[in-house]
C-alpha cells in the first residue's frame, strides 16, 4: 500500500475494496475498486492529471467534486472524464489531458 | 500583488489581463468576461465567477452597482453534443 | 432516444438536505427520485466530524449512512452519478434534463449545496494546490493523504474545521495562515478580522482553537489588542501552528507543488518587507470559504437577493422553502451557507411543504410551523456557525419574498 | 443633468452603431452614441463572428458584403485593438444531389457577379474535412469570407470611436425624440438628460421599430431569435467556417428536406472555430418575440444537427449555450437609409444575422449619408421607403 493511503483512521472506518488494476498513461497501476480515478493516481504520488489545452501548463485535481473541471482525463471507450467522480474499474485504460494545436493560431502541438 | 497571479484557471486570464481590459473601457464583469475570457471556460465560471465579481466590485464600486449580472444558461454540466441531442 | 423518466418529487442533491427531505417525504406515496452528481450520496456530510461540547465525535459519514438507510425504501429511487444541466417549467411541474435523460416531475427540490471560494495567488493552477473541500474529500472519503505535508491558507470557520480533521487523519500540516491580501480577498487577510472571527466562534467553546479565540479575548478584549499579543511564531492548537501573522505570497514548484513562499504581515495585512520564507510542502489547500450553488435555480428562472452573511447570491424563498416559482423548493446550502445539521432540518421542512401544498398532510400547518421550529433550534445550538448575521440575513430574504408576493397579487 | 449638443446622437451601441459612430468620427463629426445597456450587450455579443458574402444573394446583396469585407480589412489596421480577424474563406455542404445542382447554379450567379466562388466535389470536402460525414456530397467556397470575434470587433470600434472624440452613454435610454414645428429632428431626450442634434441615427437592431415609433414611423423590423452552441476546448475539427447549403433556404423561408422540428425552429448547420481552440454551433431562426431564454428543445435540435455533419462531435462536450435576437426584415436586406419624412432622422438596422458581416460598410455608407456624400454603393435597394411602395 502506498504511503498517502490512510489505514487506521481512528474515526471512520470503511469497508473491504477489492484491488484492482489500471492503467494511467499506459503504466499499470493498482487501485482500489470503485474509488475514483483521481484518489487512486493520488495513493501513487500521482498529481498531474492535466496539461492545459493550450498553455500545456500541469494541472491537478483542484475542487474533487466535479466542478472545475481541472482533472480532466480520457479513459478508453468513455471519452474525456472528470477524474474526481468517475470510479475506476478493472482493467480501466486512462490517459492525462493533453495540450492541443491551435490551428487557428498556428500554434503546434508539442 | 503581483499582475501575473492566475484568475481565471481555465482560460489563464491574469490579473493582468484584467488592468488591461479595464483600462480600455471594459468597466463591468460582463465586459471583462467578453474581452478576456475570464469565466468562459470550462468550469463555466464555477470557480473564479465570484473573483471577476470581486475583483471589479474593489476595483469600481460604483461601476458595478446595478448592472446586468452575468447570467447562467444550460448546460450548467457540461454534457456533450450527443448527451444533448438525446443519443446514448 | 433515451426515454422519458416520471416521478412526483424530485430531489437535487442527495446531501444533507436532500436526503433529510426524502426521509420525511416517503410515508407520502410519492415516487420520489434524488439525484447526485458524486458517485456516493451522502454529500458534505461523507466528509465531515466535529468534536462537540461532550468530547464525544459526531460524524457525517454514520449520519449519511443512516439517512440513507432510511432511503431504502421501494417508492425512493436514489441515483448517484448523474449530472442535471438543465431545467423547464412545465405546465404540470418540472422538466429536468439529465446525464440519465429527462425526467419530468409534479414537485422539484434543489439541494445542490455550495460550492467553494478561491483564493487566487502566484502558483496557485500547479498541481497540489486544491481547495479545502478537496482535501477533505480525499481525507475523509477516499482516505487518500492529498499529501505528506500541506499548508492551510485562509482563517475561517470552514478552513479551520477541515484543519482539525485533516490533523485527526494523520495529514502533517506545517500550518494555517492568512490568505494574501489582494483585491480579490474579503476578511480573510487580516489578522484582526481572522481574530475577530475566532472570537466570535468561542462562546460555543467546543474545542481547543474557538476557546483560545476567547480566552485571548477575555483578556484584550478587542481583536486589535489580540493581534498585537499575538505571538508571530504563531500558537499550536492540535499540533497545528495557527499563524495568525502570517501570509502566504507564493506557491512554488516545477512540475507540481515543492514549497510555499510566507512572509510576516503588520495588523492591517500587509507584507513585512524581508520576513519572506520557504516552507517545504507538497500541498497547500485554500479555504476561501463557501457560496450556495444555486445554478439551477437561476436556470429556473427564480430571482435572487445578494446577501454576504449567506454567502452570495440566494435564490429568494420564503420561511417555508418555497421559491416564487410554482413548485420548486430549496433546502441546504442553497439557501445560505451553514452546517449540515441546519441542511437537514432544513431539508424535513421542506419535505412537510411539498406534502402539505400536495395535500397529503394532516394538521399541515402544525406540521410546518413544527419543522420550522426544529430549524431555528438547530442552528441555535449548531456547534460550527458559518457567520454571526445569519438569523437577520434569512429574515430579509423571507421579507422581500412576502413582499414580492404581495406585490404579484396586488399588480 | 445639463443639455448636451451634438452633430449626431446614434442610438445603440451595437456593431452597426458603432460602425457607424466610428466613421462619423473619422469625418470630424461631433457625435453622441445613447444605449440602454452595455456596448455589445444585445445582438452583437449573441451571434457569431461572420464577414460573409457565401450566403449573399448574388447580385446586390453579396456585392455589399464583398465591399464590406474590404472595409474590414481595413479596420484590422486603422482601429486601436485587435479582433482575431482571419480571412479563411467558408463553404457551404450538399447533403443530396439536388442540393449540388442549385448549388452549381448559385455559385454560376456569384461568379458572374464577379464573386471567387467555386464548387467542391466529394474529394475536395474529404481531404479538408477529415471528420464530416461520409455522405456529403460536396460543397462550394467563397474564399475571401471571413471572420472576427464580434464582441471585440465591437469594442475595438467603440475604443477607437471615444479616442476620435465619441461619446459613449451607456446605460442611459432614450425616452423621446424631439421634432421642431417641421417636423424634423430637433434632439434626444435620455434618461440622463436632453441633447439637442439635428440628426439621428436609429441603430437600434431589434429594438429599432420601438425608436422609430418616437418619430410616428413604422419599421417594418422584427426580433428573429437565434441559439448558438459552445464546445469546450478540442482537438482541431477544421478552420474555417461551414455551414449546410440548405441554410440558404432556411435564411430565405425557402422549403427544406428535413424533420418537422429542425424545419420548426428553422435549424442548419453553421460551424465556425475560433481561437480559442474550441467552436461555435448554430443555428436556429424563430419568431418568438423578444424571449430569450434558452430553450432546451431548441439546442437538442441543432447538436443532432451537428452530429449528422460531424459524427465525432457526439463525444465533445458543450461548454454553454447562448441566444440572441436578430432584427429581421421582410425582404432580409437591412435599412440604410434617410427617412424623408422625418428630416434628420436615419435608421440603419434590420441586418438579422448579417450585422457583423455589413457593419463596415452600413457604417461607412451611413457616413457618407449624413455628410451628403456619393455613397460607396448604391443605396437604393436599402431605401426605408422600398417597404412602403410595395405594400397597400
Redesign the interface.
Same mark, same amino acid.
Given at each position: 500500500m502506498s504511503k498517502l493511503r490512510i489505514v487506521n483512521h481512528p474515526l471512520i472506518k470503511k469497508g473491504e475494496q477489492k484491488r484492482i488494476s489500471f492503467t494511467f498513461n499506459g503504466e499499470s497501476l493498482e487501485g482500489l475498486e470503485g474509488e475514483p480515478i483521481a484518489a487512486a493516481l493520488l495513493a501513487h504520488g500521482i498529481r498531474i492529471l492535466r496539461r492545459h489545452e493550450e498553455s500545456g501548463s500541469n494541472r491537478g485535481l483542484y475542487c474533487a467534486i466535479g466542478h472545475c473541471m481541472e482533472c480532466r482525463v480520457d479513459v478508453q471507450g468513455k471519452g474525456q472524464v472528470r477524474a474526481c467522480l468517475t470510479p475506476i474499474v478493472e482493467g480501466m485504460e486512462v490517459v492525462e489531458g493533453k495540450q492541443l494545436e491551435n490551428k487557428i493560431t498556428g500554434r503546434e502541438a508539442p | 500583488m503581483s499582475n501575473s497571479i492566475i484568475v481565471c484557471r481555465c482560460e489563464e486570464v491574469t490579473v493582468e489581463n484584467l488592468e488591461d481590459a479595464y483600462h480600455t473601457g471594459a468597466i463591468t464583469s460582463r465586459q471583462i468576461k467578453m474581452k478576456t475570457r475570464a469565466t468562459m471556460g470550462a468550469c463555466q465560471g464555477r470557480v473564479c465567477r465570484n473573483l471577476v465579481d470581486l475583483w471589479m466590485g474593489n476595483k469600481n464600486p460604483l461601476a458595478s452597482k446595478g448592472v446586468e449580472q452575468l447570467s447562467y444558461r444550460p448546460p450548467v454540466r457540461p454534457i456533450t453534443f450527443g448527451e444533448l441531442a438525446g443519443e446514448e | 432516444m433515451m426515454e422519458k423518466q416520471y416521478t412526483d418529487v424530485l430531489i437535487i442533491g442527495a446531501g444533507p438536505a436532500g436526503l433529510a427531505a426524502a426521509t420525511n417525504l416517503f410515508e407520502s406515496g410519492f415516487k420520489i427520485t434524488i439525484l447526485d452528481e458524486f458517485p456516493h450520496p451522502g454529500g458534505r456530510l461523507l466528509g465531515q466530524f466535529h468534536e462537540e461540547s461532550d468530547g464525544s465525535w459526531w460524524i457525517g459519514r454514520q449520519v449519511a449512512s443512516e439517512l440513507v438507510e432510511m432511503t431504502k425504501q421501494p417508492n425512493i429511487s436514489l441515483q448517484c452519478g448523474v449530472s442535471v444541466y438543465g431545467l423547464k417549467q412545465i405546465s404540470e411541474g418540472w422538466e429536468v434534463l439529465s446525464s440519465v435523460g429527462t425526467i419530468e416531475t409534479k414537485y422539484l427540490l434543489l439541494a445542490t449545496g455550495a460550492a467553494e471560494i478561491p483564493v487566487p495567488l502566484e502558483g496557485w493552477t500547479l498541481p497540489g494546490v486544491m481547495s479545502i473541500g478537496a482535501a477533505q474529500v480525499l481525507t475523509n472519503v477516499h482516505m487518500v493523504k492529498p499529501g505528506d505535508r500541506g499548508i492551510i491558507v485562509g482563517v475561517n470557520v470552514l478552513g479551520l474545521a477541515i484543519s482539525r480533521e485533516l490533523a485527526v487523519a494523520g495529514v502533517d500540516l506545517a500550518g494555517i495562515v492568512l490568505s494574501p491580501n489582494n483585491l480579490f480577498s474579503g476578511e480573510n487577510a487580516n489578522p484582526v478580522e481572522a481574530i475577530n472571527l475566532l472570537m466570535s466562534l468561542s462562546h460555543l467553546a467546543p474545542s481547543a482553537w474557538m476557546r483560545l479565540g476567547g480566552s485571548l479575548a477575555q483578556k484584550m478584549k478587542m481583536g486589535k489588542w489580540v493581534s498585537t499579543f499575538f505571538p508571530r511564531q504563531g500558537m499550536n492548537v492540535w499540533d497545528i501552528p495557527l499563524l495568525l501573522k502570517t501570509t502566504i505570497s507564493s506557491i512554488q514548484g516545477k512540475k507540481s507543488v515543492e514549497s510555499v513562499v510566507l512572509a510576516d504581515v503588520n495588523s492591517s495585512g500587509q507584507i513585512i518587507a524581508g520576513s519572506e520564507r520557504e516552507e517545504k510542502v507538497d500541498f497547500v489547500a485554500l479555504a476561501g470559504g463557501l457560496y450556495p450553488l444555486a445554478e439551477l435555480a437561476a436556470v429556473a428562472g427564480c430571482s435572487f437577493l445578494y446577501l454576504p452573511e449567506l454567502g452570495g447570491n440566494i435564490p429568494l424563498h420564503n420561511e417555508q422553502m418555497k421559491t416564487p416559482l410554482s413548485n420548486l423548493y430549496v433546502a441546504g446550502n442553497i439557501t445560505g451557507v451553514e452546517g449540515a445539521q441546519v441542511a437537514m432540518a432544513q431539508g424535513k421542512l421542506a419535505a412537510r411543504s411539498i406534502g402539505n401544498d400536495a395535500g397529503l398532510l394532516k394538521n399541515g400547518r402544525e406540521k410546518i410551523a413544527e419543522a420550522m421550529d426544529e430549524v431555528h433550534q438547530v442552528r441555535k445550538t449548531a456547534t460550527i456557525q458559518f457567520h454571526p448575521g445569519i438569523i437577520a440575513a434569512r429574515k430579509r430574504v423571507y421579507e422581500m419574498y412576502d413582499s414580492l408576493q404581495k406585490e404579484s397579487l396586488t399588480s | 443633468m445639463g443639455n448636451e449638443t451634438a452633430d449626431v446622437v446614434v442610438i445603440g451601441g451595437g456593431i452597426i452603431g458603432m460602425a457607424t459612430s466610428y466613421y462619423l468620427s473619422k469625418l470630424g463629426l461631433d457625435v453622441v452614441v445613447v444605449e440602454k445597456?452595455?456596448?455589445?450587450?444585445g445582438t452583437s455579443?449573441k451571434c457569431d463572428g461572420n464577414i460573409l458574402a457565401i450566403d449573399k444573394e448574388p447580385g446586390f446583396d453579396s456585392q455589399m458584403s464583398l465591399k464590406s469585407q474590404e472595409l474590414v480589412t481595413e479596420l484590422v489596421k486603422e482601429l486601436d485593438?485587435e479582433f482575431e480577424y &482571419?480571412a479563411p474563406g467558408s463553404i457551404l455542404v450538399c447533403e443530396n444531389e439536388e442540393e449540388m445542382v442549385a448549388a452549381n447554379a448559385w455559385v454560376e450567379h456569384q461568379k458572374q457577379a464577379g464573386l471567387p466562388f467555386r464548387m467542391l466535389d466529394r474529394n475536395d470536402i474529404k481531404s479538408e474535412w477529415k471528420y464530416m460525414a461520409d455522405d456529403i456530397y460536396g460543397g462550394l467556397e467563397c474564399a475571401t469570407d471571413s471572420t472576427v470575434n464580434p %464582441? *471585440?470587433f465591437t469594442?475595438a470600434l467603440? %475604443?477607437t470611436a471615444?479616442r476620435l472624440g465619441v461619446r459613449l452613454k451607456t446605460?442611459t435610454t432614450v425616452t423621446k425624440i424631439r421634432l421642431d414645428a417641421n417636423g424634423a429632428v430637433e434632439g434626444v431626450e435620455t434618461s440622463s438628460g436632453l441633447i439637442y442634434t439635428k440628426q439621428v441615427v436609429n441603430a437600434a437592431g431589434v429594438w429599432s421599430k420601438h425608436i422609430g415609433q418616437m418619430v410616428g414611423i413604422e419599421v417594418p423590423i422584427e426580433p428573429r431569435k437565434g441559439h448558438i *452552441?459552445v464546445?469546450? &476546448? #478540442?482537438?482541431?475539427i477544421g #478552420?474555417r467556417k461551414v455551414m449546410e447549403f440548405s441554410y440558404l433556404m432556411s435564411k430565405f423561408g425557402k422549403e427544406r428536406k428535413v424533420d418537422e422540428e429542425t424545419e420548426k425552429y428553422g435549424v442548419a448547420l453553421v460551424f465556425e472555430? #475560433? +481561437?480559442?481552440?474550441n467552436f461555435l454551433?448554430g443555428s436556429s431562426r424563430e419568431f418568438v418575440g423578444f424571449q430569450t431564454? /434558452?430553450n %432546451?428543445d431548441v439546442? &437538442?435540435c441543432i +447538436?443532432?444537427r451537428?452530429?449528422r455533419f460531424f459524427p465525432v462531435?457526439?463525444? /465533445?462536450?458543450?461548454? &454553454?449555450?447562448?441566444c440572441g435576437l436578430r432584427p429581421w426584415t421582410p425582404d432580409h436586406l437591412p435599412i440604410v437609409s434617410r427617412v424623408e419624412e422625418v428630416p434628420g432622422f436615419y435608421i440603419a438596422a434590420g441586418h438579422e444575422g448579417d450585422g457583423i458581416s455589413l457593419a463596415a460598410i452600413t457604417g461607412k455608407v451611413m457616413s457618407e449619408l449624413i455628410t451628403d456624400q456619393k455613397t460607396t454603393i448604391t443605396t437604393d435597394p436599402l431605401r426605408y421607403d422600398r417597404f412602403q411602395k410595395t405594400e397597400v
Open positions: - | - | - | 445597456g452595455e456596448i455589445a450587450g455579443s485593438e &482571419r %464582441v *471585440l469594442y467603440a %475604443v471615444k446605460h *452552441l464546445s469546450s &476546448r #478540442t482537438k482541431s #478552420t472555430p #475560433t +481561437a480559442s481552440q454551433i431564454q /434558452i %432546451v439546442i &437538442r +447538436a443532432r451537428a452530429i462531435m457526439k463525444d /465533445i462536450p458543450i461548454l &454553454r449555450s447562448y
